[in-house]
């Protein structure tokens, strides 16, 4: 890190106290040439981790432009830092923004928020506006969202989202918009948003916005009749499907077998948004069939046969 510094923050933890009394401080320090660390402070300076800002900043240059064949990537700017921030719950959040030139739009918008995933040594985008066509997008702030982390930097996000009636025939926009059959690529989409919402809540372990966004998952399936769907999430939320899934691998496979089965890897792939822990973020999984599946689903009359199951279920869990 030789180069010069442009952006320096220090963070003061109050839960991470020292023998001596002294709280935690850490400091956050972005280099000219995108480089960054993150720096304890307290005994003495020490380098925690460090990264560079390089790869979103690429992935948001040449995304711009409607079309990869008639843009020239080379004249088109790099984004611009506009934040970067150590959260409460330690990690680290970049927001960049890309400016409008005559290249077109970029995909997934002007604004978009990353978080640097230390484990992996990756960023993870989690938020633009790629599901701008969903029920739950909307660039009108609204209190009746989750106030988590992951909603205030999508309300931030959404706010920069250009209100244009023409769209490209290129986007997802253009598709829906285009396709005869709107209702089925509504409901993809949405169902798609929620998905996303609830893996980017977990990455930035917000409870608030893991619960939300899975209240607002659960009640579209709900509000849709699709029983299928709803019992494939309870029994991910129940953990049957890796149980079926071990079981039917273990009945399969052979004692000399030195590979691992293909269904036990498949299903924790079906399971992407969910551990084999007994809580996600807090959140029981009983507790979740209980507070909130069942609830929505009551709401739908056409599904009482399928409640009925589940909370029978339920009860001898």
């Not at 949405?190 to 966004?213: M, N």
């Not at 209240?215 to 953990?239: C, H, P, W």
Request: glycine residues 6%; proline residues 3%; contains cysteine.
């Amino acid at each position: 890190m030789g180069t010069s510094v442009v952006r320096l923050s220090l963070r003061h933890t109050t839960i991470e106290k020292l023998d001596n009394g002294i709280i935690q401080s850490e400091m956050l320090v972005v280099m000219e040439d995108g480089s960054f660390g993150v720096f304890k402070m307290m005994p003495s300076p020490n380098l925690y981790y460090k990264g560079s800002l390089l790869a979103p900043m690429n992935q948001m240059r040449i995304s711009s432009g409607k079309s990869s064949h008639h843009v020239d990537r080379s004249v088109v700017p790099f984004p611009k830092l506009a934040r970067i921030q150590m959260t409460d719950s330690n990690h680290l959040l970049l927001i960049l923004s890309q400016p409008s030139t005559s290249a077109g739009s970029t995909v997934g918008g002007m604004l978009q928020g990353f978080l640097y995933n230390r484990g992996m040594e990756l960023w993870m985008r989690v938020s633009d506006n790629r599901f701008m066509f969903s029920n739950f997008y909307s660039t009108v702030p609204s209190t009746k969202l989750a106030h988590g982390l992951l909603s205030k930097l999508d309300r931030t996000v959404q706010a920069q989202t250009p209100r244009r009636g023409g769209l490209s025939e290129t986007s997802a926009a253009g598709v829906y918009q285009n396709n005869k059959e709107e209702d089925d690529l509504n409901s993809i989409f949405t169902r798609s948003h929620c998905e996303d919402r609830i893996a980017c809540a977990l990455a930035l372990q917000s409870t608030s916005d893991f619960r939300y966004w899975l209240s607002q998952y659960i009640r579209r399936l709900a509000n849709e009749g699709n029983e299928n769907q709803l019992r494939f999430v309870v029994d991910m939320l129940l953990d049957k499907v890796t149980q079926t899934s071990d079981m039917s691998a273990t009945s399969t496979s052979t004692p000399t077998s030195t590979s691992q089965p293909e269904e036990s890897a498949s299903s924790y792939l079906a399971c992407w948004w969910l551990s084999s822990a007994e809580s996600v973020l807090g959140l029981n999984r009983k507790e979740a069939v209980l507070q909130v599946v069942i609830p929505e689903m009551s709401k739908n009359r056409t599904l009482q046969r399928l409640t009925n199951e589940i909370a029978t279920e339920m009860n001898v869990v």
